[in-house]
């Protein structure tokens, strides 16, 4: 038989038995029902694609450009899904958590409680002056966001990343068109931040595990 081993893939990354997973920085606490897995002494979470649009990333890039210290600006922050593995991620980081809706920001405030690398901003990320003096410059913009206007969110945003560095979008493609075809909306996308001197490095199709969606990446 085999043996089981956690092979590091990316900073607080790995890879056990084909699937990624992050260092659970709560023992013992599973945050949206995936499965925890003990290797060594060690408790890893499992990272699950289907439910986090970075995760689906994860699994189709193989890595993800989050380092230990990175500070990160989350748009879209949800109930934390993402964020927890951000933070099993960013143990010398930070991430600044914004989420407009009052039930999930509400879960995220307990999250945070646990996890004190998660500063949460209750916040319409339209609204950056309302946010601004709360946070730092950052190494890396993620936003999740489904809005017919989550590209011009996103570009406003983007003035709180240091130059030379990158930002990510998960776009859906639904959202801002329903009878224009998914590539047809990414090109447009594509076409918005290269309007606006963003260079798009990458575009990532992670429809089979969320539909009508692409990541793109994006440097300052
Ligand atoms: C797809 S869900 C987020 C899921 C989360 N990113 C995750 O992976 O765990 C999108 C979130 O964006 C929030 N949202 C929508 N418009 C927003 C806005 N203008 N500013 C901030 N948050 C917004 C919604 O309330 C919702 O919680």
């Known amino acids: 038989m085999s043996e089981v081993k956690a ?8 890879k056990i038995d ?12 599973s945050v949206y029902g995936e ?3 003990q290797l060594d002494d060690v408790e890893y979470r499992h990272w699950d694609p289907n439910r986090s649009k970075l995760g689906a990333f994860l699994v189709k890039e193989g890595g ?18 993402t964020v927890s593995h951000l933070s099993d991620i960013l143990t010398d980081g930070k991430i600044y958590a914004v989420e407009v809706a009052k039930n999930p920001y509400r879960n995220l405030l307990q999250l945070s ?32 966001i489904a809005q017919r206007d989550q590209v011009e969110i996103f570009i406003k945003n983007l003035d709180f990343l240091k130059l030379d560095n990158h930002g990510l979008i998960a776009v859906k493609s639904r959202s801002m068109e329903v009878s224009t075809p998914p590539k047809k909306i990414y090109q447009k996308v594509m076409k918005k931040l290269e309007d606006r001197n963003y260079q798009v490095m990458m575009q990532v199709d992670i429809s089979r595990w969320q539909k009508d969606h692409a990541v793109l990446v994006v440097e300052k």
């Not at 997973?21 to 606490?29: A, E, M, S």
């Open 18 to 29: 084909g699937r990624y997973h992050t260092l659970n920085l709560v023992p013992g606490r």
């Open 64 to 81: 993800l450009p989050f380092k230990y210290d990175s500070e990160v600006l989350y748009l879209g922050a949800g109930d934390g899904t």
């Open 7 to 14: 092979v590091p893939i990316s900073d607080g990354v790995f």
């Open 113 to 144: 409680k646990r996890r004190k690398n998660i500063f949460p901003i209750m916040a319409d990320a339209r609204r950056t002056q309302d946010y601004r003096d709360l946070i730092n410059e950052v190494d890396i913009v993620y936003q999740d």
């Open 35 to 37: 499965d925890l897995l």
